[in-house]
């Protein structure tokens, strides 16, 4: 199972607000990269967070037994990359068509490629005043077989719990229609992403979080142990280690009204009718 994580600055704005060009540039990496997609890239444009400057736009791709996610900031000309996938592909070549397709500055970004199926159990040291978030990953033996439904249910009551925000209920998906190998699931949220990834012939669950924002997450361990099975292997990397840099370069002159960010966000209010 390969990770790789890219924290990149200087990007260009237009690049990182242009949907169409997102999603083009993700089903292009995939291809030429050889992982294996079995959904087209999902596109969240975010336009109502708290802070006026970190518009963007937030998008994943299923892979078999994996993902990939970006996440884009225009007016702070940086965007952030997580891609797992439970097969080989070349890492330096991703990271390089990346900076094709969004060209970034590398004295100031970030990049590291990880055997999830290697690493054990570390946790780096930070100072949380000088990163934007950590980078929690998980590999755990199953207790009992996850469902689509329980996978569903399990991302979205994690969301309160952590105190996360969520800009999008769970997708759940098996990687094939007949005979599927994985089933995944992924959550957006307005802190980045939560994910789960089962393998129905090992019985190991693969999950991870990435928040944007630090978060109190001595109690994962815990949490998973209980929920899901026993955790074997358990990472906590800080995310945004350069994010000095991450300050906007432009302010967002046209912030949307609080209306505007209300009708946006009803559904949250919607679904506990």
Same mark, same amino acid.
């Given at each position: 199972?390969?990770?790789?994580?890219?924290?990149?600055?200087?990007?260009?704005?237009?690049?990182?607000?242009?949907?169409?060009?997102?999603?083009?540039?993700?089903?292009?990496?995939?291809?030429?990269?050889?992982?294996? +997609?079995?959904?087209?890239? !999902?596109?969240?444009?975010?336009?109502?967070?708290?802070?006026?400057?970190?518009?963007?736009?937030?998008?994943?791709?299923?892979?078999?037994?994996?993902?990939?996610?970006?996440?884009?900031?225009?007016?702070?000309?940086?965007?952030?990359?997580?891609?797992?996938?439970?097969? #080989?592909?070349?890492?330096?070549?991703?990271?390089?068509?990346?900076?094709?397709?969004?060209?970034?500055? #590398?004295?100031?970004?970030?990049?590291?490629?990880?055997?999830?199926?290697? /690493?054990?159990?570390?946790?780096?040291?930070?100072?949380? #005043?000088?990163?934007?978030?950590?980078?929690?990953?998980?590999?755990?033996?199953?207790?009992?077989?996850? +469902?689509?439904?329980?996978?569903?249910? !399990?991302?979205?009551?994690?969301?309160?719990?952590?105190?996360?925000?969520?800009?999008?209920?769970?997708?759940?998906?098996?990687? $094939?229609?007949?005979?599927?190998?994985?089933?995944?699931?992924?959550?957006?949220? $307005?802190?980045?992403?939560?994910?789960?990834?089962?393998?129905?012939?090992?019985?190991?669950?693969?999950?991870?979080?990435?928040?944007?924002?630090?978060?109190?997450?001595?109690?994962?361990?815990?949490?998973?142990?209980?929920?899901?099975?026993?955790?074997?292997?358990?990472? /906590?990397?800080?995310?945004?280690?350069?994010?000095?840099?991450?300050? $906007?370069?432009?302010?967002?002159?046209?912030?949307?009204?609080?209306?505007?960010?209300?009708?946006?966000?009803?559904?949250?209010?919607?679904?506990?009718?």
């Amino acid at each position: 199972m390969k990770h790789i994580m890219l924290d990149a600055y200087g990007a260009d704005e237009s690049r990182l607000n242009d949907v169409k060009y997102i999603n083009n540039s993700l089903n292009l990496i995939a291809e030429k990269i050889g992982v294996v +997609t079995v959904a087209p890239p !999902f596109l969240l444009p975010y336009y109502y967070g708290l802070e006026p400057e970190d518009v963007g736009i937030s998008s994943f791709v299923f892979l078999k037994g994996g993902h990939i996610t970006i996440h884009t900031f225009p007016l702070r000309e940086c965007y952030f990359v997580d891609m797992v996938f439970d097969g #080989e592909f070349d890492a330096e070549k991703t990271r390089g068509l990346f900076k094709k397709a969004f060209p970034f500055d #590398e004295s100031k970004s970030e990049f590291l490629a990880e055997d999830r199926d290697q /690493v054990k159990t570390y946790e780096r040291p930070f100072n949380p #005043e000088e990163i934007f978030g950590p980078h929690i990953f998980a590999k755990i033996v199953a207790k009992k077989e996850p +469902t689509l439904d329980s996978i569903f249910d !399990f991302l979205e009551a994690l969301i309160p719990e952590l105190n996360m925000t969520p800009i999008i209920r769970p997708y759940v998906i098996k990687n $094939a229609i007949t005979n599927p190998t994985y089933l995944s699931g992924i959550v957006m949220i $307005a802190e980045s992403h939560i994910s789960f990834h089962y393998n129905l012939t090992t019985k190991i669950i693969y999950f991870d979080i990435f928040s944007c924002k630090m978060f109190d997450y001595s109690k994962i361990v815990k949490l998973l142990s209980k929920k899901l099975g026993t955790v074997t292997s358990y990472v /906590v990397i800080a995310r945004g280690s350069k994010h000095k840099f991450n300050k $906007a370069s432009k302010g967002n002159h046209h912030p949307i009204s609080g209306k505007v960010k209300a009708y946006n966000s009803a559904w949250k209010d919607n679904i506990f009718k």
